[in-house]
């Protein structure tokens, strides 16, 4: 059990705002009540914290079963919102990612929330940051739970897609072909790879068969993908 080193003024402090916010050598710690935004998400106290390591479907993203749709964006946050409803939530800082959000281990006494979530098939093992996750995802898959049940687009893949089908303003020029950068706060995003017949192939997120490419080469636009020899994956209708 961990000692408690706060003084008399700061425990009462904490006890009237509901939450501590502390820094133990570089390591942000949060605590208090929490409740949750997404399925990866969570307000404690006042402070937005992001799960470490895992990625959830996004609040408004579908998943597909016997050819019908279901809210599994939703349903990935209710099953956060109930594990951590009424309890005291603990969250170690790992950094802070671009939207200001503490990026973070999170738990539940000796229950760490990231693990369970993963654990329950509602969240995949975020592979671009960590690898701890994986082990859990496998298991989850293999039995068919949560979001494994179903079909479904990795998280990442539909929030780039989501960004791609924004269209431009009709006040926007159209003298110039319009250039959409596939860049996200992890990097660029377009995979270049090899096909079986020797064609200089590249995919963009969201296309049939993004994440199954192993990426030989990555860009960040179009023009620098077919500068370099390549060509768009041709998606059938």
Same mark, same amino acid.
């Given at each position: 059990?961990?000692?408690?080193?706060?003084?008399?003024?700061?425990?009462?402090?904490? %006890?009237? =705002?509901?939450?501590?916010?502390?820094?133990?050598?570089?390591?942000? #710690?949060? &605590? *208090?009540? $929490?409740? /949750?935004?997404?399925?990866?998400?969570?307000?404690?106290?006042?402070?937005?914290?992001?799960?470490?390591?895992?990625?959830?479907?996004?609040?408004?993203?579908?998943?597909?079963?016997?050819?019908?749709?279901?809210?599994?964006?939703?349903?990935?946050?209710?099953?956060?919102?109930?594990?951590?409803?009424?309890?005291?939530?603990?969250?170690?800082?790992?950094?802070?990612?671009?939207?200001?959000?503490?990026? %973070?281990? =999170?738990?539940?006494?000796?229950?760490?929330?990231?693990?369970?979530? #993963?654990? &329950? *098939?509602? $969240?995949? /093992?975020?592979?671009?940051?960590?690898?701890?996750?994986?082990?859990?995802?496998?298991?989850?898959?293999?039995?068919?739970?949560?979001?494994?049940?179903?079909?479904?687009?990795?998280?990442?893949?539909?929030?780039?897609?989501?960004?791609?089908?924004?269209?431009?303003?009709?006040?926007?020029?159209?003298?110039?072909?319009?250039?959409?950068?596939?860049?996200?706060?992890?990097?660029?995003?377009?995979?270049?790879?090899?096909?079986?017949?020797?064609?200089?192939?590249?995919?963009?997120?969201?296309?049939?068969?993004?994440?199954?490419?192993?990426?030989?080469?990555?860009?960040?636009?179009?023009?620098?993908?077919?500068?370099?020899?390549?060509?768009?994956?041709?998606?059938?209708?």
């Amino acid at each position: 059990m961990m000692q408690n080193r706060w003084s008399p003024i700061a425990a009462l402090g904490a %006890a009237l =705002c509901g939450f501590a916010i502390s820094s133990p050598g570089l390591a942000q #710690v949060v &605590q *208090g009540t $929490a409740r /949750a935004l997404d399925g990866d998400s969570l307000v404690v106290g006042v402070q937005e914290v992001r799960l470490f390591g895992i990625d959830a479907p996004e609040f408004d993203q579908t998943c597909q079963k016997d050819s019908a749709s279901w809210a599994c964006g939703q349903i990935a946050r209710d099953q956060l919102a109930a594990l951590v409803a009424g309890q005291r939530v603990e969250c170690r800082g790992q950094g802070k990612d671009p939207y200001g959000r503490i990026v %973070a281990v =999170c738990s539940i006494g000796y229950d760490e929330l990231n693990r369970t979530m #993963v654990e &329950q *098939g509602w $969240a995949v /093992a975020y592979r671009q940051f960590s690898d701890n996750y994986v082990s859990a995802e496998l298991q989850a898959k293999a039995q068919r739970l949560g979001i494994w049940s179903s079909e479904f687009v990795m998280p990442h893949d539909f929030r780039m897609a989501k960004t791609m089908r924004e269209t431009p303003s009709a006040s926007q020029p159209r003298t110039q072909p319009i250039r959409q950068s596939y860049r996200s706060a992890n990097g660029c995003l377009i995979k270049g790879n090899r096909n079986r017949r020797g064609q200089w192939i590249y995919h963009l997120p969201g296309m049939p068969y993004y994440n199954q490419t192993r990426a030989e080469d990555i860009f960040c636009t179009e023009a620098e993908a077919q500068a370099a020899g390549y060509r768009r994956a041709i998606v059938k209708p």
